[in-house]
C-alpha cells in the first residue's frame, strides 16, 4: 500500500510539471506579436546555406534565394559545401556569375567533427554582413520570406526563431510528421513568447554577428554535429542582455519536405534529442527529464495496473486525459496562428504513437552514434 501511493503522488507530480509546461506554451502563445516596423534593417545581411549532397535541391535553393524581395545591395547569399561528393558543387559552379552570391567549400581539416556547424562558422568567417541569417539547401522561401522574417529585427533583437514546415503528401505518414513538427515550432515559439527559449531550427533563423561572437559563438560545440540552432539561442539568452523573438508570420515560413521513411525519421529526431544532454542550464535539463519521465509513466501506470492494483488504471487515465486536451488546446492555438487548420486531422493517432517514439529517440539520442547525410557520426 505504502509503495502504491509513493507510486501515484509520483506520477501525479510528473503529470502535474507537464500540464505547467504546456500552459506556459499556451500562454507564452499569447504573448507573442506580430506588430513590428515593416521596415528592412539598415544592416548588411548575410545568408548562410551549408549543404552536402543536395544536387535535387540546391539550384531550386539557390532560385528561390536570389529571388529575394530584398535589396540586392543589402544582403549577400553565402553557399557553403560540406565535403558534398555529389554533383550539388559543380551545379552552383556552373550558374551565371552574381554579384551577391558566393560559393565557398570546407577545407577538411577545418573542425572536421562539426560537420554542419563548421559549414555555417566557415561561412561566418567569410561573411560582411551584420546580420547572419542560417537555412538549409532543402528549403523552399516565399519571395518576401526575408523580408518578413528580419522585420522583427530590431536594436534590442539578437536572435530571431523563425517558423518551419513540413511539406506532406496525401500519405499518412507524412501527415503526421508535419503535425509533428508544427508541435515542435509552436512549442518553440511559445517558450520564446514565455521569456524560456529552448527550442528552434536553423533552418530559419537570424542572429547578429557581434553577439554570435560575444557569447563565443560555436566554441564550446564544435565537438558536436548539431547545436547550431537552439545551443546557440540558449548561449544568447543566458549570457547577453538581448531579446530572442519569433517571427510570427506566416509569410516568414520556410517549408521543407517531411522524412520519405521511417528510418530517416528516427535519426532525425535522435540526432535532435542529442543536443539535450549540452544544455548549459541544468534546471532545464531536470525540467526535460521530468517530461520524459511523464512519458515514461504512461507506458509504467497500464502496466502497474495489471501487477500492482487497478488504481494505476484511474491515474493513467487521468495523466492522458490531460495529456491529450492539453496539448489540443496548445497545438490548435499555434495552428491558428501559423498554420493550415486541417494540418490537426491525424492529431489522435499521432497523439497514441508520439509516446513510444519520444521514448526512443529520446533514450537512443543519449548515446550518440548518429546518421547525418550518409556519415555516421559520434554525437
Known sequence: MMIENILIVVFLILLIHYVIFLSKIYFGLSKLTNKVSEKIPEEIVSIIVPFRNEEKNILNTYTNLTSQNYPQEKFEIILVNDSSDDNSLQLLENLPKKENVFIYSVPKDYSANAHKKRAIRFGIEKSKGEIIVTTDADCNHKKDWLKNLLKFMDKETGLISGPVEFISNEKLFSKMQRLEFAGLV????????????????????????????????????????????????????????YQIKFALDKNAIVSTEANPTLNDFYHQRKRWASKGLFYGDHLLLLKLVLIFLFYLSLIVQPILGFVLSTKFFITFLISLILKISSEYLVLKKGTDLLFETKILNPFFITEILQVPYILVSGFMGMFGNLVWKDRKIKR
Open 186 to 241: 509552436i512549442t518553440g515559439a511559445g517558450l520564446i513568447g514565455s521569456g524560456n527559449p529552448i527550442i528552434c531550427n536553423a533552418a530559419n533563423i537570424a542572429y547578429r554577428k557581434k553577439v554570435f561572437d560575444e557569447v563565443g559563438g560555436f566554441t564550446y560545440q564544435m565537438n558536436l554535429s548539431s547545436g547550431d540552432d537552439e545551443l546557440l539561442m540558449q548561449k544568447i539568452h543566458r549570457d547577453s542582455g
